[in-house]
């Protein structure tokens, strides 16, 4: 069993960087495949980033690509997202995601079994 607490969420002007943290406890963090989704008011939860269980592989969603990073320091079980000039369309809940049944790539929400609360990013214009 994991759980995931996201944070570093926060209101920031188009243009703008945040960077959102996911910290693990539990079992086992370095052998989950891991990701983050995001979800806007009355639209469906989306897929943004996928990390694999080393790190060695990441995917992004096209909305984000180039702008958007993933990454993990398993020592830490910790994830994050380190977002790059952001748009108000990427103004959603951001929820971290991991997989215990897969080590390498999803980009489908029902991959994932494990889920946190959920962190706030607003861009403003």
């Known amino acids: 069993q994991v759980q995931l607490v996201e944070s570093g969420g926060g209101l920031v002007q188009a243009g703008g960087s945040l960077r959102l943290s996911c910290a693990a406890s539990?079992?086992?963090?370095?052998?989950?495949?891991m990701g983050w989704f995001r979800q806007a008011p009355g639209k469906e939860r989306e897929f943004v980033a996928a990390i694999s269980w080393s790190g060695g592989s990441t995917a992004y969603a096209d909305s984000v690509k180039g702008r958007f990073a993933i990454s993990r320091d398993n020592a830490k079980n910790t994830e994050y997202l380190q977002m790059n000039s952001l748009k108000p369309e990427d103004t959603a809940v951001y929820y971290c995601a991991a997989s215990s049944s897969s080590w390498g790539i999803r980009k489908q929400s029902n991959a994932y079994n494990y889920w946190g609360r959920g962190t706030q990013v607003t861009v403003s214009s």
């Open positions: 539990g079992r086992t963090f370095s052998s989950y495949g």
